[in-house]
């Protein structure tokens, strides 16, 4: 499982998110890949310094590329780097805590389930998607 944010300006909310990622859910193994779009409110200290202490892959932009890019940035790392290719990413937005540390167990059951390629919570619904097959 891998988790891609982007994150521009929001320093004390992506930190609560990497706090909740670590200390409230309940998963292994969990890799969290953070893009910063060329913060200028300390973000790119807190994330470096989570990077060095393992907690993140920390990709750094000098300037704001914008949101869809910066995923899609992340999501490349995560196709180009060495290693097996999860099999699940969380796109997350920078601005998220997790408050439950089953977040991802009934999503997760379900999807594999029900051959889902793509999860989401959409206000009461199964937040699955299926594929068609």
């Not at 920078?94 to 999860?119: N, W």
């Amino acid at each position: 499982m891998a988790v891609v944010t982007v994150s521009y300006n929001t320093k004390e909310l992506t930190a609560l998110l990497h706090w909740s990622l670590r200390t409230v859910l309940d998963w292994p193994a969990l890799e969290v890949v953070v893009v910063d779009n060329g913060s200028k409110d300390g973000s790119a200290q807190l994330l470096a310094e989570a990077e060095d202490a393992g907690m993140c892959v920390y990709i750094a932009n000098e300037a704001n590329r914008m949101h869809g890019p910066g995923l899609n940035q992340g999501i490349s790392w995560l196709a180009s780097r060495s290693g097996q290719l999860p099999t699940w990413i969380w796109v997350l937005d920078s601005d998220v805590a997790i408050a439950s540390p089953d977040a991802l167990t009934v999503p997760l059951a379900l999807a594999e389930r029900e051959s889902a390629a793509l999860l989401g919570d959409h206000g009461g619904t199964n937040g699955t998607r299926s594929n068609g097959s």
